[in-house]
């Protein structure tokens, strides 16, 4: 049976990269961020290069310790990338971002694999892996933007309310703008990959339907969480 995902040669996976050629050539120009992007993009083809390797070994194991162990390092290296744009960052607020992240993602990830899926064994790889990804990625970019504006407001002088609410709403713009666009603008990951490998597309929606409500579910809750506990210190200190 012939392979219904087409193959990529290493020819035409270099053609990918022409559109970001002409966006590094734009910020080379106008001297804007070259060093930054230049490293995020070797970063993404060294990473997804050797996460290709290590996922073909991870979805052949049947031992759920190591998909746990995967699943720490996922949620460690998400609670440091999060605080990335803070000007200034301490083991204290990686530890709430670190909180925050896994609050939103295990509750949201458990409740989608043990009681929509229902894999067995629980651990399954193939599943587990990808939508632990999905909802990290997505808590972890939602703490970022929280963590940001909160700064940016509460370093101008603006209340713990106020810049808690501007910070909370600012997190949920990226889902929010998804949530309107989906089916309309765009075919999510989840979704085209599915129709890609040949599911059927009915098929394919459910289960973008799961991911769209799981990532809501642990962005909100990731950020409000975050900001409960980094903003409340803040306001604490404020009142002693």
Not at 3 to 23: K, M, N
Not at 24 to 29: D, P
Not at 98 to 108: E, M, N
């Amino acid at each position: 049976m012939e392979d219904p995902v087409l193959s990529i040669s290493l020819p035409r996976l270099a053609v990918a990269f022409v559109p970001a050629l002409v966006v590094l050539a734009i910020m080379f120009r106008w001297t804007s961020g070259l060093r930054t992007a230049i490293h995020a993009l070797l970063r993404m083809l060294v990473q997804l290069v050797l996460i290709g390797y290590v996922l073909t070994f991870i979805f052949g194991t049947n031992h759920g310790l190591v998909v746990v162990a995967v699943l720490l390092v996922m949620l460690s290296a998400a609670g440091w990338i999060a605080l990335r744009p803070l000007r200034r960052r301490n083991a204290r607020l990686v530890g709430d971002a670190l909180l925050a992240i896994a609050i939103g993602s295990v509750p949201t990830l458990a409740l989608v694999t043990g009681l929509v899926l229902r894999l067995d064994p629980w651990f399954l790889p193939r599943y587990m892996i990808p939508l632990a990804g999905m909802i990290i990625a997505g808590a972890m970019n939602s703490v970022s933007l929280a963590a940001e504006r909160f700064e940016s407001e509460t370093g101008a002088g603006q209340s713990y309310e106020f810049a808690r609410r501007l910070a909370f709403q600012a997190a949920l713009i990226p889902i929010i703008n998804t949530l309107f666009a989906v089916g309309l603008v765009s075919l999510p990951g989840m979704m085209t990959g599915q129709i890609l490998a040949g599911s059927s597309p009915l098929v394919a929606a459910r289960y973008q339907i799961v991911v769209m409500c799981m990532i809501f579910g642990s962005t909100g809750m990731a950020a409000a969480v975050y900001l409960a506990r980094a903003g409340g210190r803040d306001k604490g200190a404020a009142s002693a």
